[in-house]
Every structure is written in C-alpha cells, then in structure tokens.
C-alpha cells in the first residue's frame, strides 16, 4: 500500500508539473534574477536584457518589474502587479489571456479580499497606484485598465492576488512608485527577474552557461522545477522508502510464517517424507501457499494504496497550487507491477529460509514425537 500510494503521489506531482509548468515552455525557458546589493550578480537593466536577447538561441526576454494596484472605484483591495511572463501558465477561469497583453490589459484573480471581479470581465476599470515625487512623498494617480482574463485565485505561484500586466505597463508602474520616468527605471534599477525563451530545448544548457559567465543569475526553468525541494523530494524519498519497507516487511513476514506453517506441521511433513514425498517437493507445496498468500497482499496493497491516492488528489493539488486529475495520481504500470509481484518475491524467499531447519529434521524421530 505504501509503495502504491507513494508511486501515486509523486506520479502526480510529476505530471502536472511536465504538464503544467515544463509543458506550457519550461523546457525552452531560463529564469535569471536580479538580487539588490550584491554586486557579483548583473542587473537586469535595459541594457542587460539587451545583451541577453542578443546570445546565440534566445528568442525572447521578458523582465518582471513588480509594483501594487489599489481599489480606486470600489473595493478596498490592493494587488502586487508582475508581468505576465511567458512561464506563466495561468488557470484561465473567465475571459481570455490574448497571445500577448496590450498596454492596457490586466488580468487579474477572480476574486481578491473581498472584491470579486467575475461581472467586471471585458470592462475598463479605473485603478489606482502610487506616484512618488523626488521629494520623498507620493500620490495615487488613476491608471485605466481593461480586464481582459481572470485565473483561479488558488494558482499562487507569484503569492496571492496578483493583477498581471503587459512589461511595458508594470515598468511604468514600478518606475512611478520609485519617482523615476519608465525609461530611466529600467535602464538603472532594472527588472527584479526575466525570463529568457530559447529557440530549442538544446540551446538551454549552452545558454545558460554563456549568461553564468557573464555575470547573470541565470537557472533553467526545467533543472529548477525538476530538483525542487520540499514535496517533491518527499514524494522521491517515498517511493524509494516504500520499496524497502514492502519488500523487507514482506521477506519478514515470509520468514515468520514459513516458520510458524512448518513447526505446526512437522509431524504432517515427517509422515509425508516416510511415505517418499521430498524435500523438493514440499518445498514446492510451501512456495505455491506464499505465492497465494502473497498475491492477495498484493491486489490488497496496491488497491488500497491507489484508493489512498486518489483520495489524496485534492490536497495535493491545493499544496502544489496545480491541477492534478485522477488519473496522474494512478501509480504507473511499472510501480503497480512491482505492488503485486513484492509481496510474493519476499513471502517465497521468506518461505525457502523459514522452511530450511524444519525441513532438515530426521522425520522417524520427528513421526516419533509427534505420535
């Protein structure tokens, strides 16, 4: 059961992650980030993106510039502003997200402290965000923007209520919050993080390390989502823990019974080795019970293993923050293969090491006592 519902659960989070983040662009997809006050690290000014666009392979760079939108009609929400960048793959659940955002455009949860922005799809709507002025104060301004999509709020990959922006219009708002015209900003504070899109996935590798050498924090969407921390090591170290268990919880459980089976019956197996019946033989006799025995632990495990993950489907999916369906929390034919074969493999070596020492006694000594 534990090796089933392990090969399930990481099964399942595997799959929406190939689905959902390296199936939406990941493979092609490298993320470098910006860390303020590290020297060591190139910043993701205009010029910077410029040279990173420029590498053999890249495609696109998009930067990231985040900055807040507040309620200026009705509402009393404020929402962190971020680029929509072509790594997000959002849970669309009204609207559309065009191929790519208009200066104009926003998209934005469905719902977001309080506010809910279902009956406001397609409408222009008036936000608005913080203009500083060079003497360290600021005032709200009003932006207009029409909202053109709306995702599913638990989707919190950028964290919670986020509106998503073209990266010229969250440049205008982030560089207006820090007192600076669009232009200046990007050229001297830069994006916080860009995605870069290759032509191929095997570009990636050699574009990552020619942006490495030159300065950038540069990772591979793909390495990155793959080694990540946390569940998805846990699921790993599941299945790798629920073989070993299963298969030493099975050898032992072969070995008791075995033992147990032939003590109980010594008198019946010394009658049969007076009447001419082998050790071969019943040792055969004692592997076809394991082999029973040890299919229906088996078909037992692996259909309450599945049972529990399936059922483990809407957590999983709520910790992930993607959706994963039942049927990527189905345990692969090779993890369900090895389910039901284990418990017979260990019960039957089990069987062979349990049944040696009844099976070596002398069986007219052993008739004798049991008479």
Known sequence: MLLTASAGVAGGAAGAVERDVLGSGG???????????????????????????????????????????????????????????????????????????????????????????????????????????????????VIQLRIVALYDPTWQVDGPGVAYLSEDTAAFLAAARAGQEAEVFREKEGAQSAVVVVEHQRQVATVTKTLQDDGFSASAVSDRVRNLPGLFG????????????????????????????????????????????????????????????????????AALGTALSVALVGPLSDVLGLPITITDALPGPAWAAAALLLPAVGLCAGTLLGSREALRRDPYLTARTHS
């Open 27 to 141: 493979l092609t997809q490298i993320e470098l980030s910006s860390f303020e006050g590290d020297a060591s690290v190139r910043s993701l000014t205009t010029a910077a993106l410029r040279y990173a666009g420029s590498v053999p392979g890249v495609r696109q760079v998009v930067g990231d510039y985040p900055s807040v939108l507040y309620a200026e009609e009705n509402g009393t929400y404020d929402l962190t502003s971020r680029t929509l960048t072509p790594g997000d793959d959002l849970p669309v659940r009204g609207g559309a997200v065009p191929e790519e955002l208009g200066p104009k455009d926003v998209v934005l949860p469905t719902d977001a402290q309080g506010t809910d922005f279902t009956p406001l799809v397609g409408r222009t709507v008036a936000f608005g965000y913080t203009q500083a002025s060079e003497a360290g104060s600021g005032t709200t301004d």
């Open 234 to 301: 846990v699921a790993d170290l599941a299945m790798r823990g629920g073989v070993l268990v299963l298969a030493l919880g099975a050898l032992g459980l072969g070995a008791v019974r075995a033992g147990d089976s032939a003590r109980a019956r010594l008198g019946q197996f010394a009658v049969l080795r007076i009447l001419g019946t082998g050790r071969p033989e019943l040792r055969r006799i004692l592997l076809g019970e394991a082999i029973l025995s040890g299919t229906v632990a088996g078909l037992a495990g």
